[in-house]
């Protein structure tokens, strides 16, 4: 079973790509941390990857929030995506029908299919919305993230909207490399990535109703492969310090979980 | 009912100073046909609108598929809006939590909160994404339609998800403009409007799983105050007499809905 499995052997088993690709980061960095690098300012951004890449496996970027967005920011990100391997997750929530996600996937002035190696995806518009999407782009793998689940206070996901979203991920296994979810107890393949938000060190709120949850809880006891933490780290005093002690405690949990 | 009352009627009625002008506005032009103007490039858009401008009440955006995006578009955007009397709904579908939606619609390259008069929302993530919003922005009415159905096939919304947001607006009514919905059936409220999308005038599919229904299917029995057409007009070959078609069908439809 999935939440048993170590990483390496999930790598082995994986036939998606990307899949494959971001548990061997995880394995080799020894980190099962995602930073949502949720800032406003191209050279904010890039100096926070700078101090705190080598300590997370993948980085989650919403484009279009930055305010001097330019084409150089995205050659730099990708440099440092080599730099200090870590993958990118274009956090989109693409929510239209296939038509229209296409356009926004393939065209506009984010050009998010060019560099961004997964982007996450409501499954809400039926499954014409995963037509919209290839596993690779001009020969360069691809993956989605299906959002099962939101860490939001009263949001309408019901369980079988959860159930809905993870029969379709089974259709299209070649394009999704996992779930963006709360709890992961019906996500059983372990070719398929947990990833989950809302993670900061206290349980706590914010005044929009992002709810989060302890690492402990998220990894232990909610099945979470991958721990994505926004302003735990961004709006930390020192940010390379509050990641360091995020990815120990994220990998600790995990290490517990897979030994016993 | 609002089915049966004149646009004039619920100008008259309508709180919300969006809601009211949309309203005399298609009182006014004697139009309920909204224009998708679903391209790429700047130039057609522009020259498109210059056609269609006086055909509609309103113009739907996709800002983030177009290829040779600049801030003097939204100029002209703006003009042309003026000239012709229309509003414009920026469709983003916004769909994460409050604070990531909040950074979206103010910040960014695409700064919708400047320019769009409305914006399309999912109500998925909960109450907590319309904390997002405020009614105006530097003294200027703003305006969001919820998406309590889709046109989509196979798409996850319920009857309890539509009932949902139906409740979610009554909460947020000096925000919440209308709604994007299929069948208006629950939407009682004069004050709200109902925004269809998914219209030809031949019942049609696409390839991702598009679905439409005729202006007679959508204004008489599915309740649409206002009906939105993109590919129908703006692939047609020659749009500005295509869209004079459904100005008239979906006029004609209204007529007839409040007469009998
Ligand atoms: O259900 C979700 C899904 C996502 C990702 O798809 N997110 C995103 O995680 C990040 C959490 O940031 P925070 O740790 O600062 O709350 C934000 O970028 C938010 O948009 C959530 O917060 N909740
Ligand atoms: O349920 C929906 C909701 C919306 C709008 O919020 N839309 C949008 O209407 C337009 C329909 O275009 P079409 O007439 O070319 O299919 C597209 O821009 C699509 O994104 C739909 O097509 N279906």
Redesign the interface.
């Known amino acids: 079973d999935r939440i048993k499995m170590s990483y390496e052997k999930r790598a082995e088993l994986a036939q998606n790509p990307i899949t494959k690709q971001l548990l061997n980061i995880m394995a080799t960095k020894r980190t099962n941390l995602c930073l949502s690098a949720?800032l406003?300012s191209t050279t904010k951004i890039l100096s926070l990857l700078e101090n705190v890449g080598e300590h997370v496996c993948m980085v989650k970027t919403?484009?279009?929030?930055?305010?001097d967005?330019n084409d150089d920011f995205l050659v730099q990100l990708k440099h440092l995506a080599d730099k200090f391997n870590f993958l990118i997750l274009e956090?989109r929530?693409f929510?239209?029908?296939?038509?229209?996600?296409?356009?926004?996937y393939l065209?506009?002035?984010?050009k998010v299919a060019e560099w961004a190696d997964m982007v996450t995806v409501?499954?809400?518009?039926?499954?014409?919305?995963l037509?919209?999407f290839t596993g690779s782009i001009n020969g360069v793998s691809r993956g989605v993230f299906l959002l099962a689940e939101?860490?939001?206070?009263?949001?309408?996901?019901?369980a079988?909207?959860t159930k809905?979203?993870i029969d379709m991920a089974d259709k299209y296994s070649d394009l999704v490399t996992g779930f963006v979810c709360q709890n992961g107890e019906h996500i059983k393949n372990p070719a398929f990535i947990q990833l989950t938000p809302g993670v900061q060190l206290i349980n706590a709120e914010?005044?929009?109703?992002?709810v989060y949850n302890t690492p402990e809880t998220v990894v232990l006891e909610k099945g979470a492969d991958v721990a994505v933490v926004g302003r735990g780290i961004v709006a930390a005093k020192n940010p390379e310090s509050q990641a360091v002690i995020y990815k120990e405690a994220l990998w600790e949990c995990y290490v517990k979980r897979i030994s016993n």
């Open positions: 949720d406003t919403h484009i279009d929030i930055i305010e967005f956090d929530k929510a239209d029908i296939g038509n229209t996600v296409s356009l926004q065209k506009g002035m984010y409501h499954s809400l518009p039926g499954e014409g919305i037509k919209a939101m860490s939001s206070q009263g949001n309408l996901i019901s079988e909207y809905a979203t914010d005044d929009f109703g992002q």
